[in-house]
């Protein structure tokens, strides 16, 4: 089967755009931001690195609280999800009103960031703390966040042999529709010219 994004996929014979299952999965960024009105906690399936050095990520959506704090401070925290935080990673993609705390509405244990003055989940796995580089406009009312991670936390339970280890992390990630997944096996696959 074949259908143009413009047309929609009703005209291709599906019930349901497969535009998300198809890039999938996508690791979420439970981005954190701080702003005039308050702090901000909101998961993004819109999200990944963009370079290793200097080291850079970036996340995607509309103008949310997360796109408005960050425009105002420049400042933005990527919090890993593990699978033990899957239910207040959910509460927290609510759509609420300007100014509500996520972090007091999804019961998630808030600290402060080093670099930044910005929030981070406690007991995220890993949390990258973030400078804006780029916000660029994308076409639908949407929004790109550039950042480069300037610190980087990691709790001792997840590192082994030096290694932030996924298997004890078992991050979580999006798939498409309402459908999500989580590492739980990771494998180790050498280059041939290692």
């Given at each position: ?13 599906l019930?349901?755009?497969p ?88 019961g ?18 890993a ?32 590192l ?35």
């Open positions: 089967m074949f259908y143009e994004p413009k047309v929609g996929p009703r005209n291709g014979g019930p349901h755009n535009f998300k299952a198809i890039v999938a999965p996508r690791p979420i960024g439970w981005i954190s931001t701080r702003g005039g009105l308050g702090d901000n906690l909101a998961p993004y399936s819109f999200f990944n690195a963009v370079n290793d050095a200097p080291m850079q990520v970036m996340f995607a959506g509309g103008m949310k609280d997360s796109i408005s704090n960050l425009r105002e401070t420049g400042a933005f925290a990527v919090n890993v999800v593990a699978e033990s935080m899957i239910a207040e990673m959910n509460a927290s993609s609510e759509s609420v009103a300007r100014g509500v705390d996520e972090f007091a509405r999804a998630v244990e808030k600290a402060e960031c080093v670099a930044i003055d910005c929030p981070r989940v406690a007991m995220a796995p949390v990258l703390e973030c400078r804006l580089v780029h916000l660029l406009e994308l076409a639908g009312e949407n929004w790109m966040a550039v950042g480069e991670v300037v610190g980087v936390h990691i709790r001792e339970e997840y082994r042999a030096g290694r932030f280890d996924l298997g004890l992390v078992r991050p979580v990630a999006r798939l498409g529709y309402m459908d999500y997944a989580v590492v739980r096996e990771p494998f180790e696959l050498r280059r041939p010219d290692e």
